[in-house]
């Protein structure tokens, strides 16, 4: 089949297209409605289908004879830990694990939070809620109490799943206390917390609320699978936007496990028993997608690995667990092979390692940098492809679908538009642009399966954010260009969210934390280009009157406050103090303007703008501490 007949079909006939791809799945209903829109117009896939993504996870594979293959291969450089456990190994912690939740009340449409490190029980943690019918929420393992307090408060989780620890190279990051500290916060408590002891660190329990992981799942009778509609809710997941408040992007049982299923052939070119690595974490989509959902729906063996591309030991850790393990398809963010690029620039961990049975690397995050993309390719000798994807849509808008037709890689672009997705380049008007020029990038409507059907609690705010801007289409919140042959080019936010190190965070909300400083009038947080993270965050403050804080202090203070309220993953990095902000006659903060001044790009200045002397004046303070190169 060919790229090209693939999309057509799956554009003329998207009915037809994703029916065909949800008979791969074993449903207790198959679906009659295959696409319906709801009383608000929102699409949603599989109505009226009864199923259980967790069923179809893990229980088919052992009904259908793959009970002793590897399902999960854990791999912990940071606490010298191997384990493998089989699907039936995996059925019956998940089962146990169900039954231990259901003790503690929770039921179909409960939420339970999930705050956890990359270990094992993270994954079973999730497949368990969704067993249950019930909708789990993974709060990233980094982010601060403020953060997962946000979380708690907004999805009111009955239960929620944590660890004793993390291991952040060879430091152990207590998790408890900082769970503690985020209930306190939130004005919704849950009923009860479980812990899952580690070796590394021991946690208090408090008597009638917290309980210990293991001993509670021994004590557990296993729990069945749950009937699920198509459109129950499997997951929450906050990601960042441009306002302060994260986003609960929802995801619906079944157009997700149709669509990932449908990725791991058509994307990935994985077939049942093969090996697919995501090296992620499950607190971002990349890891709920490919380290947890797809890999199993396929009947695949996922790797759930602890450490990081460099320092747990060195640069040779992605290539050795390949070697290792015969990973068919490695799975990570640019950051991670800018950082072994780094340590390892001739390659020398690469030619250690025999890659053989790798066919392909591929890339996304963040768009992948042509010089990375380059490297990478020569000292490896595969394919390395960028695909684009965000949150809201749970898997790649663009790739490059090695399961249908491998294309030529063009470097810069995440190649053509996936099976589904109608993706348009719309000048601010909401007029479709011509080939190569610069714009909005918008899919039409319906998004395919697996895309967000709403925000948790707030379909209004899933309007405004992403249907209203151009009507009939999503928003995706990036710009860029489509060229003649129909790449896609993905060139960065239009908005004020911020990836550092594959991460998105929002510069909305630093500014809220840079803003309470008692010495700060008001501020601007702008992302400043990385080598190694691609971007970092800093501050430009203007000072109350009357104000004496020297320029260092002030930034080591906004540093603390920042790692105390967000984490250390926003990896803010400087505060500058200038006289004025750049602002519209409005009062609008001209944010990319500066952004494109502190990157030494030529920068425009609206007509609105209050005083057109400001930029100058700041750009020469930048160069003269050195900010501007
Ligand atoms: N729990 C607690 N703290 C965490 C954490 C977690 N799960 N993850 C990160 N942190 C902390 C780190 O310890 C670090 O703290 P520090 O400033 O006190 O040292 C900070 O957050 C920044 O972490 P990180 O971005 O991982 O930077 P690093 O310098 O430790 O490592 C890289 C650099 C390039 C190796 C790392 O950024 C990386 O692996 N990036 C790839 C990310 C990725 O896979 N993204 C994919 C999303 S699809
Ligand atoms: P997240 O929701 O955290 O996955 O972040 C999604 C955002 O990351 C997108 O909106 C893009 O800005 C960026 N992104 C992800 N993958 C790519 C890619 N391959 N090329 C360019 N940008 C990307």
């Not at 077939?271 to 199993?296: C, M, N, T």
Request: glycine share 10%; with cysteine.
């Amino acid at each position: 089949m060919s790229y090209k007949a693939e999309y057509q079909r799956s554009m003329d006939d998207p009915e037809g297209f994703w029916k065909e791809k949800a008979e791969a799945l074993k449903w207790y209903k198959f679906p009659q409605k295959i696409l319906s829109q709801d009383s608000d117009g929102i699409y949603h896939w599989f109505a009226d289908g009864e199923m259980n993504t967790c069923y179809m996870a893990v229980d088919v594979h052992v009904e259908n004879g793959r009970g002793d293959q590897a399902a999960i291969i854990y791999d912990s450089p940071v606490s010298n830990t191997k384990r493998t456990i089989t699907y039936k190994e995996l059925q019956q912690e998940v089962a146990k694990t169900a039954g231990m939740l259901k003790g503690l009340g929770v039921e179909k449409g409960d939420r339970v939070i999930l705050y956890m490190p990359m270990i094992p029980e993270a994954v079973i943690g999730m497949l368990a809620v969704a067993r249950l019918g019930a909708i789990h929420s993974v709060v990233f393992g980094g982010f601060a109490p403020p953060e997962l307090a946000v979380r708690i408060e907004d999805s009111s989780p009955k239960v929620i799943l944590t660890a004793s620890c993390g291991i952040e190279v060879s430091r152990v990051i207590a998790y408890k206390p900082l769970l503690d500290k985020a209930i306190s916060l939130s004005s919704h408590k849950p009923n009860a917390c479980v812990v899952f002891q580690r070796p590394e660190a021991t946690a208090e329990l408090k008597e009638g609320y917290d309980y210990d992981w293991t001993t509670l799942a021994a004590q557990a009778q296993p729990a069945e699978c749950v009937p699920v509609k198509g459109t129950d809710p499997l997951y929450i997941l906050y990601t960042s936007g441009t306002t302060g408040k994260p986003k609960g992007v929802v995801r619906e049982n079944g157009g997700h496990a149709v669509a990932l299923n449908y990725s791991m052939h058509a994307i990935y070119n994985v077939k049942p028993g093969e090996v697919f690595w995501a090296a992620s974490d499950v607190g971002w989509v990349v890891g709920h997608s490919y380290i947890v959902y797809a890999p199993l729906l396929r009947g695949a063996t996922t790797i759930v690995f602890e450490g990081k591309p460099i320092m747990t030991p060195d640069a040779g850790t992605f290539w050795r667990i390949c070697e290792e393990y015969k990973v068919k398809a490695l799975f990570s963010a640019p950051t991670a092979f800018r950082a072994i690029k780094k340590e390892d620039a001739n390659g020398d961990f690469l030619k250690k390692y025999d890659l053989s049975g790798l066919t392909n690397i591929f890339s996304a995050g963040e768009r992948l940098d042509p010089p990375t993309q380059e490297w990478l390719m020569e000292k490896s000798g595969k394919q390395v492809i960028d695909h684009w994807w965000q949150t809201e849509t749970g898997w790649g808008i663009t790739a490059n679908l090695q399961g249908i037709e491998p294309m030529p890689i063009k470097l810069g672009s995440s190649t053509v538009p996936t099976p589904g997705f109608n993706v348009k380049i719309l000048d601010d008007g909401g007029q479709e642009l011509p080939a190569g020029e610069q714009g909005f990038i918008a899919i039409k409507l319906p998004l395919p399966p697996s895309c967000l059907a709403t925000v948790w609690g707030d379909v209004q705010k899933f309007k405004d954010s992403y249907l209203s801007m151009f009507p009939g289409y999503y928003a995706s919140g990036d710009g860029g260009y489509i060229d003649q042959d129909g790449y896609v080019f993905v060139m960065g936010r239009v908005d004020d969210v911020i990836n550092v190190a594959g991460h998105r965070l929002s510069t909305g909300e630093m500014e809220e934390v840079v803003g309470a400083h008692p010495a700060v009038a008001e501020c601007a947080v702008v992302a400043l280009d990385d080598d190694l993270k691609g971007q970092v965050p800093i501050g430009l403050v203007v000072l109350k009157t009357g104000v004496d804080i020297d320029q260092a202090t002030l930034s080591k203070e906004l540093i603390n406050d920042i790692r105390a309220q967000i984490g250390a993953i926003a990896c803010y990095k400087d505060t500058y103090i200038v006289k004025r902000l750049p602002k519209t006659r409005s009062g609008k903060i001209l944010r990319k303007s500066m952004r494109q001044m502190i990157n030494g790009q030529p920068y425009a200045v609206p007509s609105t703008i209050d005083d057109p002397g400001i930029m100058p004046e700041i750009e020469a303070h930048l160069r003269e501490l050195g900010v501007i190169k």
